[in-house]
């Protein structure tokens, strides 16, 4: 079969092109603009890429187009398909046919945590043996690709709540099916999208009605929002994290260490490499669903040590001048906080410089504008590049003072946080995109 996928380039739609490629499927794509790390983890496996959307690329007489969300009609090739009657699905239905199919799916479902979260679980299935297939967000580095066939009956999935294709409203995550659930927490987002909070609850309530009786669904036992979601409706069994009755954990020691509990019986102690208290969230919700399938919680607390985290979630880039320069993809005012405050638990009294592209739909639209000041509180000094915004992040900020200053010029950004930083500082990069390569020129002009 040929495949001929449209919006190549993004973390998912880029995932099922390594997944058919695997299987043996010439692959094709297009992409108006791809970057590292999905353009070079694409071009490794033989993937051909066509910049943009040109009709002619009909000419290439694919079996099927597959059609990424981020299509919308006015598409030049999207609507050369449609005016021809040419065949085409959505990404998330030709996974649940081709890949999903028979399985037992694993789904990270949640605001926060997602991609972490998948590439712990699919870390602690591989550690114990039971080499799963996976599709993440992102690039965890004990795997090195986003996405891995497996001839295994276990494959994880990162569950986004996104919708799945302009012909199809629901959220991706409805066709996945999954045995296992994981709901790490729930927020307003995608504001392109979603009307308000109670609308993606229904999204979500949505994903609960497909688990199984003999699933698990393994939630947030904090959030009063997923608690919302559940008393819906639920029927399948439900184990909660950061609740007593559930999975719980102490506060993690400077050395990474900390012990986990369930239902307050201890478990054991783990040590990894990780910083923060949401990413201990994120390992208690991996450990739950890897005990579902099947793996011993001692030895998944034991292989936390071997995990590497993800790309871009609190990468260290590289340091000059006594400066280092860290690379996250928070872009939403919960997901800053908690990137800041866990920088801060490393770092100490050390300074961050909190450097932020508000480039998601949502921040676009300035939806939560009023608490980004609040949000990056926690930096001694914020940097915001207010190239293509269309509200007064300037205002927004105010809150913080003379620590914050906003740039429309990238290489005047750069300038300005690089004449700000001084030997031991940390530079935090916080985008959801390439964010035109400041890091390397960060380092560069340090």
């Known amino acids: 079969m040929h495949l001929h996928i449209l919006g190549v380039g993004g973390t998912f739609m880029g995932g099922i092109a390594l997944l058919a490629r695997a299987a043996g499927h010439r692959v094709t794509g297009c992409d108006a603009n791809i970057y590292p790390p999905m353009s070079i983890q694409l071009a490794a496996h033989g993937i051909e890429l066509i910049e943009g959307y040109g009709a002619d690329q009909i000419e290439l007489r ?31 239905q030709w996974l649940a046919e081709h890949v999903l199919a028979g399985k037992w799916v ?10 972490t979260t998948s590439a712990l679980l699919a870390w602690l299935l591989e550690d114990a043996g039971l080499d799963p297939g996976f599709l993440i967000g992102g690039v965890p580095e004990n795997f090195g690709v986003s996405a891995r066939a497996a001839a ?25 099916r999954p045995r296992t659930l994981v ?39 904090s959030d009063a929002n997923l608690a919302r979601v559940l008393a819906r409706g639920c029927w399948t069994p439900v184990e909660y994290f950061a609740a007593d009755n559930g999975w719980t954990c102490t506060p993690q020691t400077a050395d990474g260490r900390f012990t986990v509990s369930f239902k307050g019986e201890p478990q054991g102690e783990a040590r990894w490499e ?5 990413n201990q969230l994120n390992a208690l919700a991996a450990l739950a669903a890897a005990r579902h399938a099947g793996v011993p919680v001692a030895r998944s607390i034991a292989a936390l040590a071997g995990f590497r985290n993800v790309k871009r979630r609190l990468e260290l880039r590289g340091s000059a001048r006594g400066v280092c320069v860290y690379d996250d993809f928070a872009h939403h005012p919960t997901a800053i906080r908690a990137t800041i405050a866990a920088l801060r638990g490393e770092t100490g009294s050390g300074r961050i410089l909190a450097v932020l592209e508000p480039r998601s739909n949502t921040m676009k639209l300035g ?7 609040d949000s990056l509180a926690g930096a001694d000094r914020v ?21 914050a200053e906003t740039h429309d010029d990238l290489e005047a950004l750069v300038a300005a946080v690089t004449a700000a930083a001084r030997d031991g500082d940390r530079i935090l990069v916080m985008s959801n995109g390439g ?12």
């Open 383 to 403: 940097f915001c590049y207010t190239n293509g915004i269309g509200w007064d992040a300037r205002a927004a900020l105010a809150p913080l003072g003379a620590r």
């Open 435 to 446: 964010f035109g390569g400041i890091h390397d020129k960060l380092l560069a002009r340090l």
């Open 367 to 373: 939806v939560m504008k009023d608490e980004l000041a």
């Open 106 to 115: 694993l789904a990270v479902a949640g605001t926060h945590g997602k991609t």
């Open 62 to 92: 694919p079996d099927v187009f597959v059609i990424g969300n981020v299509i919308a009609r006015g598409n030049p090739l999207l609507e050369a398909v449609l005016d021809r009657g040419l065949p085409y699905t959505s990404g998330p």
């Open 274 to 278: 990780l910083l923060g208290r949401h």
């Open 183 to 221: 709901l790490n927490n729930l927020e307003y987002d995608h504001a392109d999208i979603f009307p308000d909070l109670a609308a993606i609850e229904t999204q979500f309530h949505h994903l609960v009605r497909t688990i199984p009786a003999a699933g698990l669904i393994i939630a947030n036992g």
């Open 152 to 176: 295994s009956p276990f494959f994880v999935i990162e569950a986004d709540e996104y919708d799945t294709a302009f012909f199809d409203k629901r959220s991706k995550f409805i066709h996945y």
